[in-house]
């Protein structure tokens, strides 16, 4: 019955042991209300459901699989889905992740492990996951879980039933229970490990969280003869040549709070065609670029477009205060936020110290409540950069190519100095300069994006 959780029978368990036999059962956990792309559990890929997809990779050498997912009314027919495909289901409570885990493993022994996926990642396949255990196993641990920094869809981690039985005695926190692992983490050596991928296939986003991704594991799936029986790096590789390759950073980036690379893309956005805009945003996040600038309402509404259907998980935005709107701060920034469709924003800029002045409670007010994580302005002059450098409120500077010679090479570390550049050539001269974060390049054209892509790189 749909309001109280049930499990199937489980499949056999290989013995992927080194040492004394354990059984082995994979749980990938699944829901049809997924908040930026819902339903996507059902979506078809390779001729069935995503999560009958991912399910039935993670069996694909013989493990023992369920799928946990809720008793709400709205996954009837994800169970539907995976019953008919034959996938174990067990059904629980929708927030409360960890104890649907717990009794998706009821019947397992104290020293049985549990490997935690996502329906929504069919990059592991039964060999990932029998090389997760063992790894562990190697390392003595009761936990591992998969870390690594240029791969996102490999998520996975492995722990005893113990282990995950003590979580759910003592975990109280909602953060906690709906994760399902934080409580073990904080409790054990967290021990990780890297899976080892090299060339095209290392840097990739194999996942489906949004409508590009999905249109990108569409256009993967369709190379792939089999689908259910290609190993996890045919599956990578795949990803990577269909458009889900991760740009290796631009030579000379460095790690600061918003993640800002450097370059950052901009242009006449508003006056361009809703589709030419997505899809040169699309060129500029693969090639590279950290962040798009938005300079009016109409590029906040074309940009807004692109990003709701999967470009907020590539590229960030840096927006600027309209000129003039100092004492409607407050609405500005949220004719923004809802122009862009994104809860926050990376930088929001002033058009000059005094515009910030006067804007500088709302600012700071949504900087405090997470919509703008850092405050910029840009400067005209050697005066108003010098004081701007001295003001801590600010943490972003738009400066003339003009004023570079002003800009000092000893800028604080936590603060970003953007250039807006014509031409790419100027662009690699000006991240030559001591003291320079970023340069501003407009594009109007995917052919202008890849001559840019070409100058930062060799530059």
């Known amino acids: 019955m749909k309001d109280t959780p049930r499990s199937s029978p489980p499949l056999r368990s290989p013995d992927t042991s080194h040492g004394p036999r354990k059984r082995v059962r994979v749980v990938l956990q699944s829901r049809l209300s997924s908040s930026r792309l819902p339903g996507k559990a059902l979506l078809t890929l390779a001729g069935r459901p995503l999560v009958v997809l991912a399910a039935q990779r993670a069996a694909n050498t013989g493990l023992d699989v369920v799928v946990a997912t809720s008793v709400e009314p709205e996954d009837d027919a994800l169970a539907d889905a995976l019953g008919t495909a034959g996938v174990a289901v067990f059904r629980g409570d929708l927030h409360n992740t960890l104890h649907r885990f717990v009794g998706a493993t009821a019947d397992l022994a104290d020293d049985d492990l549990v490997v935690r996926l996502t329906g929504d990642n069919v990059g592991p396949d039964g060999a990932y996951v029998e090389e997760l255990v063992a790894r562990m196993r190697d390392a003595g641990q009761d936990y591992l879980r998969v870390t690594t920094e240029t791969v996102y869809g490999l ?6 039933a113990r282990l995950l039985r003590a979580a759910d005695a003592s975990a109280q926190a909602p953060y906690d229970r709906e994760h399902v692992t934080p409580w073990i983490r904080r409790h054990t050596d967290d021990f990780t490990w890297v899976p080892p991928v090299s060339g095209a296939a290392g840097r990739v986003r194999c996942t489906v969280d949004t409508l590009l991704d999905f249109s990108i594991a569409a256009r993967a799936l369709s190379t792939v003869p089999d689908p ?18 991760v740009p290796e950073p631009l030579p000379g980036s460095r790690p600061n709070s918003i993640g800002l690379g450097l370059w950052v893309t901009g242009g006449d956005l508003g006056i361009m065609e809703p589709s030419t805009a997505s899809r040169v945003l699309e060129h500029a996040a693969l090639a590279g670029a950290s962040h798009v600038w938005v300079t009016d309402p109409e590029s906040a509404a074309r940009v807004g477009r692109a990003l709701a259907h999967g470009l907020s998980e590539r590229i960030g935005v840096v927006a600027d205060l309209p000129a003039g709107a100092a004492p409607a701060a407050d609405a500005a920034v949220w004719e923004t936020l809802a122009r862009l469709r994104v809860s926050a924003l990376d930088a929001v800029v002033a ?3 005094s515009h910030l ?20 302005c840009a400067v005209r002059d050697e005066d108003e950069l010098v004081a701007a450098l001295d003001d801590s409120r600010i943490g972003l500077l738009e400066v003339p190519a003009a004023l570079l010679s002003a800009v000092p090479s000893t800028v604080r570390d936590d603060r970003l100095v953007i250039v807006r550049c014509h031409e790419p050539a100027m662009a690699a001269r000006t991240l030559g300069r001591p003291g320079v974060t970023a340069v501003v390049l407009a594009a109007e054209s995917s052919d202008q994006v890849a001559a840019q892509e070409v100058a930062l790189r060799s530059r």
């Open 155 to 160: 998520g996975a981690e492995v722990f005893t």
């Open 351 to 353: 058009t000059s110290p």
């Open 228 to 245: 259910v029986g290609a190993t996890w790096r045919e599956i990578l590789g795949a990803w990577a040549a269909a458009g889900g390759a």
């Open 357 to 376: 002045d006067e804007s500088a409670e709302a600012l700071l007010r949504h900087q405090k409540e997470g919509r703008v994580r850092v405050l910029g």
